[in-house]
């Protein structure tokens, strides 16, 4: 991958970042509380409601914090070291921890009584797309496995 590009990404990531950042300090806690006074009778999930949604954020925080230091390990043409798997064992533990918070954001709304149809057709999309895209990192996980073994045998050949 050209310096240009890992530049462009890491610049987009960074935007990202800030974007969540602001998201999760400036919109998150003002959006639930506002809604609570608009719905009185759900005031009891405002402390849930932020607590799982800061959250999933941070665990978006950590995957774009992982594909970073990724494409930094691509830039110093050193991706094909253990440290690499490390960072991808990282971001495989974020989505699976934020499958798992949809699934306990529903089981909240559930319990509240809150959960008609769209909230459960909105869940069950967030746990295959979650589940989606578990599988797709550990089958990019073997892949790197794979280069990683490949350049090992190349470079005792060589």
């Known amino acids: 991958m050209q310096?240009?590009?890992i530049l462009v990404?890491?610049?987009?990531?960074?935007?990202?970042?800030?974007l969540?950042?602001?998201?999760?300090?400036?919109?998150?806690?003002?959006?639930?509380q506002g809604m609570s006074r608009v719905y009185p009778e759900f005031a009891d999930l405002v402390v849930p409601g932020i607590v799982i949604a800061e959250l999933f954020l941070l665990?978006?925080?950590?995957v774009n914090v992982c594909v970073w230091?990724?494409?930094?390990?691509?830039?110093?043409?050193n991706i094909f070291s253990t440290d690499a798997f490390r960072w991808v064992d990282?971001?495989?533990g974020a989505i699976i921890a934020a499958t798992l918070l949809?699934?306990?954001?529903?089981?909240?709304?559930?319990?509240?009584g809150v959960a008609n149809p769209?909230?459960?057709?909105?869940?069950?999309?967030?746990?295959?797309?979650?589940?989606?895209l578990s599988f797709l990192v550990i089958v990019m996980r073997g892949l790197l496995k794979n280069a990683a073994q490949l350049q090992q045998d190349l470079s005792e050949v060589v």
């Open 59 to 62: 665990c978006i925080q950590v």
């Open 20 to 32: 969540i950042l602001a998201c999760q300090l400036f919109l998150v806690p003002p959006t639930a």
């Open 118 to 132: 769209s909230v459960q057709l909105l869940c069950a999309l967030g746990v295959v797309v979650g589940s989606g």
């Open 102 to 112: 949809i699934v306990v954001a529903f089981a909240t709304l559930f319990a509240a």
């Open 3 to 5: 310096r240009p590009t």
């Open 9 to 18: 990404l890491k610049a987009l990531i960074a935007v990202m970042i800030l």
């Open 90 to 92: 990282v971001i495989l």
């Open 69 to 77: 230091r990724l494409l930094s390990m691509v830039g110093e043409q």
